[in-house]
């Protein structure tokens, strides 16, 4: 007897079966808004390569955030770029600058958002490098006193989470003991443990202005393209020194990594959809190559299904105004 087929059009048919079925949901608390704070502005600056993305002075910044938080924004992560620049990026942990402001402005304005605060020197150097530079390189653990310092200064502030993004070796331990010795234990850390040496940071120098006197690349602390199992061992490392969250970036070329991770550890999973990635759709967009909502959907869809918690995207507000409606 012929065997009869399976009808799998049934779960499919109508948009009421397909919303009852879906296995994967987008939720406004997925998502992390990113947002350049710049301190020597008076009105936003759009980033060119970036359609939609602003660099904020500090007081909008704060107007910003709360009128996304009205529309169900639960997340920001915020980037600085300082008035001035040196070789060791001290204007990170001035207790005025721009960042520090904006996070004081936010948690007394809109206490609920959870800030997490970005923690790197790159912004704040004039030779554009996420670290103290020498002759030799990259000097790894001066760099390491450069950041407790910042995190510190951001945990006064009020910041939520602590994110070092310069993969230097030791980071996550390095903050965890400055925090928990200025008393700052509910400070979290949220690692940047899998990030790539990526071709698709390109917008983000621009917006950040990071890239400008910027000589080399970052080869020799982010990881190859090519690795997986080194990515597993940096995460499970930083979760052993500490770090309440961990992050894979950029986020749509590595989908293999957020899965792997998600099978392997227990620890909640961000994914950053990446400056690139962000300004590839948008372009697309432009290009009429695809639709503006579906488009950007299905970008954080396939993070949400690879097995992200949180996705950090400049689409953040996009998407909720598509949830929305
Ligand atoms: C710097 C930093 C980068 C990003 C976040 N923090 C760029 C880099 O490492 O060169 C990239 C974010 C993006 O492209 O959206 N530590
Ligand atoms: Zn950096």
């Known amino acids: ?107 007394q304005r809109v206490p609920n958002i959870v800030i997490f605060a970005d923690c790197c020197l790159c912004e704040y150097t004039n030779h554009g490098h996420c670290g103290i530079l020498t002759t030799r390189g990259l000097d790894n653990d001066a760099t390491l006193d450069c950041l407790k310092k910042i995190a510190f200064s951001y945990a006064n502030a009020g910041a939520d989470f602590i994110a070092p993004s310069g993969m230097m070796d030791g980071a996550v331990q390095a903050i965890r003991q400055s925090l928990d010795d200025a008393r700052h234990n509910h400070t979290g850390i949220l690692a940047y443990s899998a990030k790539y040496a990526s071709s698709l940071y390109g917008p983000f120098r621009d917006a950040a202005g990071s890239g400008t006197q910027f000589i080399g690349d970052r080869k020799h602390h982010q990881i190859a393209p090519t690795q997986r199992r080194e990515a597993i061992l940096e995460t499970v490392q930083d979760i052993s020194e500490g770090a309440d969250l961990v992050m894979v970036k950029p986020g749509m070329m590595y989908l293999d990594i957020i899965r792997e991770l998600r099978d392997q550890i227990k620890t909640p999973i961000v994914a950053y959809q990446v400056s690139g990635e962000y300004s590839m759709l948008q372009l697309a967009i432009k290009h009429n190559l695809a639709n503006d909502r579906d488009i950007i959907m299905e970008s954080v869809i396939s993070l949400k299904r690879a097995g992200a918690d949180l996705i950090i995207t400049y689409a953040a507000r996009d998407i909720l105004r598509i949830l929305s409606s």
């Not at 915020?78 to 001035?94: L, V, Y």
């Open 1 to 107: 007897m012929q065997q009869k087929i399976k009808r799998f059009h049934t779960v499919r048919r109508t948009l009421g079966v397909r919303e009852l079925l879906a296995e994967t949901r987008i939720d406004p608390s997925d998502l992390i808004w990113p947002l350049f704070i710049r301190e020597d502005i008076a009105a936003p600056v759009p980033v060119p390569s970036m359609p939609g993305v602003f660099q904020y002075p500090p007081d909008i910044a704060i107007n910003e955030v709360e009128t996304a938080y009205r529309s169900g924004l639960r997340g920001v992560l915020i980037f600085g770029i300082p008035r001035q620049k040196d070789a060791h990026g001290t204007s990170a942990w001035n207790p005025q600058g721009g960042v520090q402001t904006v996070i004081k402005g936010i948690k």
